[in-house]
């Protein structure tokens, strides 16, 4: 534990949407174990609307990575960095994310503790004053929850994940119940076929909305399919997960924000193991190599790769109905 009882935390978790889902239990944890301290996380600006209203927290600090691209981009984190450390007084930063660009910010500020994990990769170690053991085959949520724990914060209970109410979109949304599938993902080897997105959207036999993002049209969808693919922002996809009978999703990002407001949802993975980025929350279950397990089944680590054809697709669609 910490040596003194920290009155100013600066979290570091500027990336990526399910890195930043995870980290919430341990904000919660924090802000439980020092109810007096100011709490600031650094987040970079397309993920900032997920902090908003957090009652963990006191304040965002936005990362304008954007910004310190190109030629001239190095020069201008320095002076970013620099403005920084003038500006902002932590007495203790918690390092998250173990990046090169988190270190860099962590050494701006000179003499201040920095707790981070064994993880952590780019050289980021070197800006640790506490480096915390993790095993590289725990649970996201876990390691960050262990980090916590160094710091002083001991969770009670389940995992807590406090996330805004969202927005309902201008788009016409179909009458509940509805089952919502996120398809695609930016990860190698993760996304749907086009193929068998049709294929489960007319197998499942009620509304389905698609959601997420897609560099492909997909012709001839069924007519119970309201397409909202590249059109809702991320308090919009919030707000539809929140209401879904029940969420379909690939190993991604959206799912990880599923997995934090409902049970009902079933996560898709292909080559990746669930056990380590899969749902963390009861109740919600995984599809890998045509077999369905619950959310954290150790079994579904070992098994196979298998991308879901048309076939694999329609028995999903089978499954989703019996769960409804």
């Known amino acids: 534990m910490t040596a003194h009882v920290p009155q100013r935390v600066l979290i570091l978790k500027p990336s990526s949407l399910g890195d930043i889902v995870h980290t919430l239990p341990a904000a919660a944890a924090l802000r439980a174990a020092f109810p007096s301290a100011h709490f600031t996380w650094m987040v970079n600006p397309e993920w900032a609307p997920l902090l908003e209203g957090n009652p963990h927290l006191d304040e965002t600090l936005i990362f304008p990575r954007a910004d310190f691209r190109g030629p001239a981009g190095w020069l201008r984190f320095l002076r970013w960095r620099r403005d920084l450390a003038k500006q902002s007084r932590p007495d203790l930063i918690l390092d998250f994310q173990g990046l090169l660009r988190t ?57 807590v994940f406090h996330l805004p109410p969202g927005n309902q979109p201008s788009d016409p949304i179909p009458p509940a119940p509805c089952v919502v599938l996120h398809p695609f993902s930016r990860g190698r080897g993760k996304s749907l076929p086009l193929e068998s997105v049709t294929a489960f959207c007319r197998a499942v036999n009620c509304p389905v909305i698609l959601v997420g993002r897609a560099g492909n049209e997909l012709p001839g969808l069924p007519p119970n399919v309201t397409n909202l693919l590249n059109r809702t922002s991320l308090t919009e996809l919030l707000w539809i997960l929140r ?82």
């Open 103 to 159: 270190a860099l910010v962590a050494r701006a500020f000179r003499g201040v503790p920095v707790i981070g994990l064994s993880d952590a990769r780019e050289g980021a170690r070197f800006a640790q004053t506490r480096t915390v053991p993790v095993s590289p085959k725990s649970h996201a949520v876990e390691r960050y929850l262990t980090l916590a724990a160094a710091a002083g914060a001991t969770l009670a209970g389940p995992p």
């Open 243 to 324: 209401r879904a009978a029940f969420v379909v999703s690939v190993d991604s990002g959206p799912m990880h924000l599923a997995a934090a407001v409902t049970g009902q949802l079933l996560a898709i993975h292909t080559w990746s193991d669930p056990c380590q980025v899969g749902p963390y929350r009861p109740g919600s279950h995984v599809w890998k190599a045509r077999n369905f397990f619950p959310a954290l089944d150790p079994l579904a680590s070992s098994a196979p790769t298998v991308i879901p054809g048309p076939d694999d697709a329609a028995t999903i669609a089978r499954w989703v109905r019996q769960q409804l």
